[in-house]
């Protein structure tokens, strides 16, 4: 459905009736009907996050395998959700139809929203653990779990951590300790010198390994602009923080199935080029 460029169930269900393709793929019948809308709406909430997770995590561990990866350098960010609802007309820090929704930074903005915490191997691009928080909350307050998750995806992969890379939202003496070849800049209130920073242009200054390591940092950006511009991320239609987990795991499921399909035809290249499947 992401894949497509389908927007709602109710396009997909109009679809399922004419589209021969996507017929094949869900198993109907030439002579039968396509699964109605509440059909399709009950099997995602079934499915629910944590299957959703399970299904990711085997995927990406085989991927790994795959790809010969023993160590890894993880791109750590979190992307905005912005939330199905409007500000509550008596308390403009919460949401009026969504309690688990409240006003975090958007950009240089405030907005009501969800932050989806990603992180993500700058060789391949494949999400390789998941958070999704309210918005309000800090890039730090997630960010062990984050490295945790990781850490455990990439041992059952046979591979381990070598580096952290994030921008200066996670700069902290704890965020460096998780491991010690982190390349994070300093913000721009914190007092020391000759370390590593980044100016309003996102120009690196510091060492110059640092330097060059914080430039696969925008493997993390594409696979947000991936998961956003071909895959619906940026489309939400729910509400609550479970079902937005999901509809975010989707779209998550979607890039990793993309880098699947890619592999399985000998054209790993393709991977980072979802409209390549888009026919």
């Known amino acids: 459905m992401r894949m497509k460029g389908i927007r709602s169930l109710r396009e997909l269900t109009r679809i399922l009736d004419v589209d021969r393709r996507l017929r094949r793929l869900c198993l109907i019948q030439r002579d039968e009907r396509g699964y109605p809308r509440s059909v399709i709406s009950r099997f995602t909430r079934r499915v629910g996050a944590e299957t959703l997770q399970l299904i990711i995590e085997e995927k990406v561990i085989w991927l790994l395998r795959r790809s010969g990866a023993t160590e890894v350098d993880a791109l750590l960010d979190a992307s905005f959700i912005k939330a199905r609802s409007i500000r509550h007309p008596d308390n403009g820090r ?38 999704l928080a309210p918005a309000n909350d800090n890039e730090k307050r997630h960010a062990p779990s984050l490295v945790e998750r990781t850490r455990i995806v990439l041992s059952k992969a046979g591979a381990q951590l070598r580096s952290l890379v994030a921008d200066s939202q996670y700069s902290s003496r704890k965020m460096r300790n998780l491991v010690p070849d ?33 430039c696969k940092r925008p493997a993390v950006e594409a696979s947000f602009a991936f998961m956003k511009t071909q895959f619906g991320l940026s489309v939400n239609r729910v509400r609550g923080l479970l079902n937005v987990s999901v509809y975010a795991l989707l779209s998550v499921l979607c890039c990793v199935l993309n880098r699947e399909e890619a592999e399985n035809m000998g ?6 080029s979802p409209t390549f499947f888009n026919v």
Request: net charge positive; aromatic share 10%.
């Open 267 to 272: 054209r790993p290249e393709k991977a980072v």
């Open 182 to 214: 982190s390349v994070i800049p300093y913000m721009s209130n914190q007092a020391e010198s000759g370390v590593l920073r980044v100016d309003r242009r996102f120009r690196a200054h510091g060492s110059e390994g640092e330097a060059r390591e914080y």
């Open 94 to 131: 919460i949401a009026y139809s969504d309690v688990d929704v409240l006003v975090g930074r958007n950009g240089r903005g405030y907005d009501l929203g969800y932050k989806f915490h990603v992180a993500v191997d700058h060789r391949t691009m494949l999400p390789l653990a998941t958070i």
